[in-house]
């Protein structure tokens, strides 16, 4: 049973606009958020984190938002740059699980010059 | 600082064939994962290590599968005998501690094709 979830396999967006990803969550334990950016034959790489007593977390062009009473978080990026052009995770961790995380299937973002 | 390092990063092997993968974990960092990662999928934890003990072994296939991390610094990860399905990516990642929440460093992985 997939408990994060990321229903959007894909988007395109312009350069310079804002580019909006989504991730949905099932387990009420899930207390911190990351995102990750992942290259073609690279692993994934940390990008951005939000804990469940925030709900909002700001890094550069990128901004994590959570819901909690939603399970909902997105990850917005503005403006939107060619080289952020990449698949991006969705993970959420809780007390019980010590740092396990568990992803998403990923959104795979083009942004178009 | 070097990252985490994988090995080899591509191995094509034939079903029922052994398979290997290494990993050796960013200096310093006490805690390893392994996580297989299917196409279209985001990773799976398989196991997790606390300096050289396996904490959380539950999603790993203990009949074909099996990890071992001596001294607490390299890891592998054993596949004997492979099956089709096992064709995926195999990263492993790091990080400091398992006080708060630690970023976890991963590798660039290992592509498996079973044929």
């Known amino acids: 049973d997939q408990q994060v979830k990321q229903n959007s396999p894909s988007l395109s967006v312009q350069e310079g606009r804002i580019s909006i990803l989504n991730c949905d969550y099932t387990?009420?334990?899930?207390?911190?958020f990351l995102w990750y950016k992942k290259y073609p034959a690279e692993g994934p790489t940390f990008l951005i984190s939000?804990?469940?007593?925030?709900d909002k977390n700001e890094d550069g062009r990128f901004t994590v938002f959570l819901n909690k009473s939603a399970k909902h978080l997105s990850l917005h990026i503005v403006p939107s740059q060619p080289g952020d052009s990449a698949v991006y995770f969705c993970?959420?961790?809780?007390?019980?699980?010590?740092?396990?995380?568990?992803f998403g299937t990923g959104t795979r973002l083009t942004v178009i010059p | 600082e070097a990252g985490v390092v994988q090995s080899p990063r591509y191995k094509i092997i034939e079903k029922k064939q052994p398979v290997a993968f290494w990993c050796n974990p960013i200096?310093?960092?006490?805690?390893l994962y392994w996580y297989r990662q299917n196409l279209g999928q985001g990773p799976e934890l398989l196991i997790r290590?606390?300096?050289?003990?396996?904490?959380?072994d539950s999603q790993l296939p203990k009949d074909r599968f099996s990890a071992e991390r001596l001294k607490g610094v390299d890891s592998t990860l054993k596949i004997q005998p492979a099956e089709l399905g096992d064709s995926a990516v195999y990263l492993c990642?790091?990080?400091?501690?398992?006080?708060?929440?630690?970023?976890?460093?991963f590798g660039p992985g290992t592509r498996l094709t079973v044929l």
């Open positions: 990642a790091s990080s400091p501690g398992t006080s708060g929440y630690n970023e976890q460093f």
């Open positions: 290590y606390e300096n050289e003990e396996a904490v959380d």
């Open positions: 200096s310093g960092h006490n805690t």
């Open positions: 993970a959420a961790s809780g007390l019980t699980g010590a740092n396990n995380l568990f």
């Open positions: 387990n009420s334990m899930f207390d911190y």
């Open positions: 939000i804990s469940s007593i925030k």
